[in-house]
């Protein structure tokens, strides 16, 4: 089945950064924060990243979506995801990124994270909402 994550933000940094899905979405969370709880779910199902969409207020031009995921025995995630996604930021626009089955896959009790990286230009002081799509499989 599909689950759908949403969040809003506040991003006023260029650093990379992951979406803060359970921060309640106040502000950025940096990819290499010790914070990561705020930002990481543990799958309950096997499953993939069907896509993720960003609408934010600023226009970033070409940044990457990232997806990151670390198995049992690995503390966090990687501030550099383990795929990515580049998409054209425009000011009040959706984007989308696919990820699909082959890069997006996690299982069962990984911790998975999806976030950003608008280089030097950072997403400015955008007000920002995303949302993610996941395909579920198999609980754990």
């Keep these: ?36 709880e705020f930002s990481v779910i543990v799958a309950p199902y096997d499953g993939y990243v069907e896509y993720v969409i960003l609408r934010c207020a600023g226009a970033a031009g070409t940044t990457a979506i990232t997806f990151h995921k670390r198995s049992a025995g690995t503390a966090g995630v990687a501030a550099t995801g383990d795929h990515s996604v580049d998409v054209s930021v425009s000011a009040n626009t959706a984007v989308k990124a696919v990820f699909g089955s082959t890069n997006g896959a996690f299982s069962a009790g990984d911790i ?29």
């Design 1 to 36: 089945h599909r689950q759908l994550y949403n969040c809003g933000f506040n991003d006023t940094s260029t650093a990379k950064g992951l979406f803060p899905f359970g921060h309640g979405g106040l502000s950025d969370v940096s990819a290499s924060s010790s914070l990561q």
């Design 112 to 140: 998975i994270a999806t976030g950003y990286d608008a280089g030097s230009v950072g997403l400015g002081d955008a007000i920002a909402s995303m949302s993610v799509v996941y395909d579920l499989d198999t609980l754990m």
